[in-house]
């Protein structure tokens, strides 16, 4: 198992910023592209942003599109999403997912991920 622990969440206002962290530790994940989802209260996890493997491709939903900034740091482990112009609707859970196999392009849905972090809670107020 990669353990991947996201963090960064909170309370915004509508219109504000944020910007998402997941780490990995224990081993490398430089090589295998990664994504975020989210999760609202009463909803189904939905695809928000991924990247492939070296940070060349990414791929966006189109309700964020133009708003989010998916981005990793191969050398620090980490992944990042920018949020920005934030909506209430916009409010949910949102996890960090590492695909199992190395390099590839991106994937939007999470069944194609193998590893997953716990979560973090991102509330934009009105």
């Known amino acids: 198992q990669v353990p991947l622990v996201e963090s960064g969440g909170g309370l915004v206002q509508a219109g504000g910023s944020l910007r998402l962290s997941c780490a990995a530790s224990g081993r490398t994940f430089s090589s295998y592209p990664m994504g975020w989802f989210r999760q609202a209260p009463g909803k189904e996890r939905e695809f928000v942003a991924a990247?492939?493997?070296?940070?060349?491709?990414?791929l966006y939903a189109d309700s964020v599109k133009g708003r989010f900034t998916i981005s990793r740091d191969n050398a620090k482990n980490t992944v990042y999403l920018q949020m920005n112009s934030l909506k209430p609707e916009d409010t949910a859970v949102y996890y960090c997912?590492?695909?199992?196999?190395?390099?590839?392009?991106?994937?939007?849905?999470?069944?194609?991920?193998?590893?997953w972090g716990q979560g973090t809670q991102v509330t934009v107020s009105s």
């Open positions: 997912a590492a695909r199992g196999v190395a390099y590839g392009g991106t994937f939007v849905h999470a069944h194609m991920y193998d590893y």
């Open positions: 990247i492939n493997w070296n940070g060349g491709g990414t």
